[in-house]
């Protein structure tokens, strides 16, 4: 999908900060973080949603995301984490090429998820 953000940054047509790669994926840095640190897991293939992933790349995605979740706490931006995938537009997907968010957090950062108003 030539229109794809992450697809143009994948083929070094967008700059990108990208901290880590593997065979499959990529890490990313948000271009607007919401913790320092907050990087993208993104997939090298576009693909739209989780449903689309082929579940045989699901051992290379969890090990991708441990190594750079590790790498981020090692750097002491957060001493924890969220892992977080939007899944369409109605569950605040934006960029239509599948990624989990990867969220680096510390005790009373104020971050808050799936407030309810
Ligand atoms: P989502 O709402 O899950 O689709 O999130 C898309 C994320 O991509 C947002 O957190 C954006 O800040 C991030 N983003 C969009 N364009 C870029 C870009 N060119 N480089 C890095 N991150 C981006
Ligand atoms: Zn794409």
Do not use: Y
Not at 15 to 23: A, N, Y
Not at 46 to 54: E, G, K, N, Q, R
Not at 69 to 89: H, P, Q, R
Not at 92 to 102: F, N
């Amino acid at each position: 999908m030539n229109s794809c953000i992450f697809c143009k940054i994948i083929a070094g047509e967008v700059k990108g900060e990208v901290i880590r790669v593997s065979d499959r994926f990529i890490a990313l840095k948000d271009a607007h973080p919401v913790a320092p640190g907050h990087v993208l897991i993104i997939p090298k293939q576009h693909f739209v949603t989780l449903f689309d992933l082929p579940d045989n790349w699901g051992s290379e995605l969890l090990t991708f995301t441990k190594a750079v979740a590790s790498s981020l706490l090692d750097k002491k931006l957060g001493d924890g984490f969220n892992v977080i995938m939007n899944n369409l537009e109605p569950a605040g997907q934006v960029v239509p090429h599948a990624h989990l968010h990867l969220i680096p957090r510390k005790d009373g950062d104020g971050i808050r998820f799936f407030t309810k108003v």
